[in-house]
């Protein structure tokens, strides 16, 4: 783990919230000028603390206003069916995020799809591609907090 100072903190925590905002509110909020506070940023995009910077988008408003969690066990453990499970979440772009369990889960996995008939499609598509023990659908209904930011401490130590 990389030890962040406050600055360094600081800044993260800017990002998180708000990618688009300029280095001077950034260093202004970090307590830096701005090229101090640019090169930090560099420093912490090449350490791979920041790990890169997107748009956020609202997924109803694309066209996916139906999200699923996966519960996947596996047949067996084996590094072939591993590296097949893997080559095949890949290829699947609705599979937003694929995590290896620990507990009754082998691999829990958050999709989004425009509804029941597109995950039908995925869900098929997915137990087409690789044998699968068991697999378990958890349908959302209602969103009711997200955010891509860390609670990263700011304060002084």
């Given at each position: ?39 930090r940023i560099q420093k912490l995009e090449a350490t ?110």
């Amino acid at each position: 783990m990389t030890e962040l100072d406050l600055i360094d903190r600081k800044i993260v925590a800017e990002l998180m919230r708000d990618a688009t905002m300029p280095i001077a509110q950034i260093a202004d909020k970090a307590g830096l000028s701005q090229t101090p506070c640019w090169k930090r940023i560099q420093k912490l995009e090449a350490t791979g603390v920041l790990a890169g910077r997107v748009a956020l988008a609202d997924p109803e408003k694309l066209g996916f206003g139906l999200t699923v969690f996966v519960g996947i066990e596996a047949p067996d453990h084996s590094s072939d069916w591993r590296g097949s499970f893997a080559k095949a979440v890949e290829t699947i772009p609705e599979i937003m995020e694929v995590y290896r369990m620990a507990g009754e889960l082998d691999y829990l996995l958050r999709v989004a799809v425009s509804d029941m008939s597109a995950y039908d499609t995925l869900y098929k598509r997915l137990t087409d591609a690789v044998p699968i023990k068991n697999v378990t659908s958890h349908f959302a209904m209602e969103r009711m907090k997200y955010t891509t930011a860390y609670p990263v401490d700011t304060r002084n130590r």
